[in-house]
């Protein structure tokens, strides 16, 4: 018989509770994915495919997109975030030109 002590009980507990709620947003993604599909479709028909994103419209999108992604490397970064700053901005600027360009030319 194994005898598990109270940090490591509360260890399995914290590691399900962070399981089962990484598994609940992951069903409620699909969920919400699969409720979008019929106005997908909508916009799939009612889109002029034919024109593509200028520059203006490509610099709007690339923003959010490049902020998103900055956000999660700010995060995953942790204690670090304050002496990295000058290094998040470069990268920010950095993103958002190759974003905002291959948006422009792709769409």
Not at 17 to 39: E, N, R, S, Y
Not at 56 to 75: C, E, G, N, R, Y
Not at 87 to 93: A, E, R, V
Request: aromatic letters at 10%.
């Amino acid at each position: 018989m194994i005898v598990l002590g109270d940090t490591d009980n509360r260890d399995q507990n914290d590691s399900r509770k962070t399981a089962i709620a990484l598994i609940v947003l992951v069903l409620m993604l699909v969920g919400a994915a699969i409720m979008m599909l019929p106005a997908l479709g909508e916009i799939v028909a009612v889109a002029d495919l034919n024109t593509g994103l200028g520059l203006k419209d490509a610099a709007v999108i690339a923003f959010f997109v490049t902020l998103v992604v900055m956000i999660v490397l700010a995060v995953a970064a942790g204690d670090g975030l304050i002496g990295e700053v000058q290094y998040m901005i470069g990268g920010f600027f950095t993103f958002f030109i190759f974003i905002w360009l291959m948006l422009a030319w792709v769409f």
